[in-house]
């Protein structure tokens, strides 16, 4: 079943590639498709020990921010952002790089709370609630870009759906137990340990593994779920990516409209209230946009008296890609993959996936914060880079 091998795709759009034999320097060729920016993560081969890395774009010499991520096994992994296009880097393994540390991660009672420059960027909430989540998101203007309740009370703010907690990852029918809602009754998923934390010139970079428990406490199914948060130039980027294990039993996400991945976004900002917008990249918009299937989707409108937008990008190798969104005039912005009888109206198909017991699926899924709405155009050609990856080869 093909849904086992989406661990394999884990790296596409990020470009995972694996660098050349180990030695003090190398030179590497990097392209992506079109010119637009996009996250990059190599490889280093098993023989490549150091803890200190400097990266050099050629031919002018420029030193790059990057990082190095210690990975199970003992394996490192080279990050920095590409500028788009064909270029060519100098990898100095003998020297440590110069550029500063500008993001700090620091465990703190139920959070891990992500800065840049001294200033909150995110909280992951691991523990202490029914699922783990993000809260708050501050914009690089340090504008809050997800609704605050029910984690706080913010004036004006809508107080409907307290499930909707931010920026989360559940589905609503895992083998008949919802994990959407919250409550008697419902499933919950229990952070189990933090497997990497790291970062610091380039953005902050976590892994955590968690358990699906039943309302029983029996254990569904694991996930782990790896969150990157980064800048790219004026935009504030959260990469995603979760892979569902199945445990000795099928695992089956039915068909429901709620689910999966999914945004609450600030309530100044939502569509009813008249100073918001959405836009799917098949040219949907507003309320038309419900249930329709697209590669991304945009949601835009008034924050603190001028424009904030945050746009979704599906992986294609994700399940059921293109996804449907589960976008609401209220402010619910949701991909969801599974739910085709409520939003294609029709109950005669089946939108469910079941991953063989022992397998695994994966999703992943790039979100992007940013001040203004982000024009069509450009939305396009940042999904391309992220969608179709990077072609990574040494030079000789």
Same mark, same amino acid.
């Given at each position: 079943?093909?849904?086992?091998?989406?661990?394999?795709?884990?790296?596409?759009?990020?470009?995972?590639?694996?660098?050349?034999?180990?030695?003090?320097?190398?030179?590497?060729?990097?392209?992506?498709?079109?010119?637009?920016?996009?996250?990059?993560?190599?490889?280093?081969?098993?023989?490549?020990?150091?803890?200190?890395?400097?990266?050099?774009?050629?031919?002018?010499? $420029?030193?790059?921010?990057? &990082?190095?991520?210690?990975?199970?096994?003992?394996?490192?992994?080279?990050?920095?952002?590409?500028?788009?296009?064909?270029?060519?880097?100098?990898?100095?393994? @003998?020297?440590?790089?110069?550029?500063?540390?500008?993001?700090?991660?620091?465990?703190?009672?139920?959070?891990?709370?992500?800065?840049? &420059?001294?200033?909150?960027?995110?909280?992951?909430?691991?523990?202490?609630?029914?699922?783990?989540?993000?809260?708050?998101?501050?914009?690089?203007?340090?504008?809050?870009?997800?609704?605050?309740?029910?984690?706080?009370?913010?004036?004006?703010?809508?107080?409907?759906?307290?499930?909707?907690?931010?920026?989360?990852?559940?589905?609503?029918?895992?083998?008949?137990? &919802?994990?959407?809602?919250?409550?008697?009754?419902?499933?919950? *998923?229990?952070?189990?340990?933090?497997?990497?934390?790291?970062?610091?010139?380039?953005?902050?970079?976590?892994?955590?593994?968690?358990?699906?428990?039943?309302?029983?406490?029996?254990?569904?199914?694991? @996930?782990?779920?790896?969150?990157?948060?980064? @800048?790219?130039?004026?935009?504030?980027?959260?990469?995603? $990516?979760?892979?569902?294990?199945?445990?000795?039993?099928?695992?089956?996400?039915?068909?429901?409209?709620?689910?999966?991945?999914?945004?609450?976004?600030?309530?100044?900002?939502?569509?009813?209230?008249?100073?918001?917008? *959405?836009?799917?990249?098949?040219?949907?918009?507003?309320?038309?946009?419900?249930?329709?299937?697209?590669?991304?989707?945009?949601?835009?409108?008034?924050?603190?008296?001028?424009?904030?937008?945050?746009?979704?990008?599906?992986?294609?190798?994700?399940?059921?890609?293109?996804?449907?969104?589960?976008?609401?005039?209220?402010?619910?912005?949701?991909?969801?993959?599974?739910?085709?009888?409520?939003?294609?109206?029709?109950?005669?198909?089946?939108?469910? *996936? $079941?991953?063989?017991?022992?397998?695994?699926?994966?999703?992943?899924?790039?979100?992007?914060?940013?001040?203004?709405?982000?024009?069509?155009?450009?939305?396009?050609?940042?999904?391309?880079?992220?969608?179709?990856?990077?072609?990574?080869?040494?030079?000789?």
């Amino acid at each position: 079943m093909r849904y086992a091998l989406f661990a394999s795709c884990l790296a596409l759009c990020i470009a995972c590639a694996t660098a050349p034999a180990a030695q003090a320097t190398f030179r590497l060729s990097v392209k992506t498709e079109g010119e637009a920016p996009t996250l990059v993560v190599v490889n280093l081969p098993a023989t490549v020990k150091t803890d200190v890395v400097r990266l050099l774009l050629l031919p002018e010499g $420029t030193e790059v921010p990057c &990082d190095l991520r210690l990975m199970e096994k003992g394996l490192r992994q080279l990050l920095w952002i590409h500028p788009g296009g064909k270029r060519e880097y100098l990898v100095e393994t @003998d020297r440590a790089s110069s550029a500063p540390t500008r993001w700090q991660s620091q465990l703190k009672a139920n959070v891990l709370e992500i800065s840049c &420059d001294g200033k909150l960027v995110t909280r992951y909430v691991y523990s202490g609630f029914a699922k783990p989540y993000l809260y708050p998101i501050h914009a690089q203007t340090g504008v809050p870009m997800t609704r605050a309740y029910p984690m706080e009370q913010r004036e004006g703010e809508s107080a409907d759906h307290p499930h909707q907690k931010s920026f989360w990852f559940t589905h609503g029918d895992v083998n008949g137990v &919802d994990f959407w809602t919250e409550g008697g009754g419902k499933g919950s *998923i229990v952070h189990r340990e933090f497997s990497d934390i790291s970062g610091g010139r380039v953005g902050s970079f976590i892994t955590t593994r968690n358990e699906w428990r039943t309302p029983q406490g029996q254990v569904l199914c694991t @996930d782990t779920r790896e969150v990157c948060v980064y @800048d790219m130039g004026d935009l504030r980027i959260i990469d995603f $990516t979760v892979t569902v294990r199945a445990g000795d039993q099928p695992l089956r996400f039915g068909d429901t409209k709620e689910g999966t991945f999914g945004i609450r976004i600030p309530s100044s900002m939502e569509l009813r209230r008249g100073k918001g917008n *959405i836009l799917t990249a098949e040219g949907k918009r507003d309320k038309d946009a419900w249930g329709t299937r697209a590669v991304w989707c945009t949601y835009s409108g008034d924050n603190g008296g001028e424009v904030y937008s945050i746009s979704v990008f599906d992986h294609p190798a994700n399940p059921h890609h293109p996804t449907h969104w589960h976008v609401r005039d209220y402010g619910l912005f949701s991909a969801n993959p599974f739910g085709w009888r409520d939003f294609q109206n029709n109950p005669n198909v089946d939108g469910s *996936i $079941t991953v063989p017991a022992g397998g695994q699926v994966t999703f992943r899924y790039r979100v992007i914060f940013a001040k203004g709405a982000i024009p069509a155009e450009r939305l396009n050609a940042l999904y391309a880079a992220f969608a179709k990856g990077v072609k990574v080869d040494r030079v000789p």
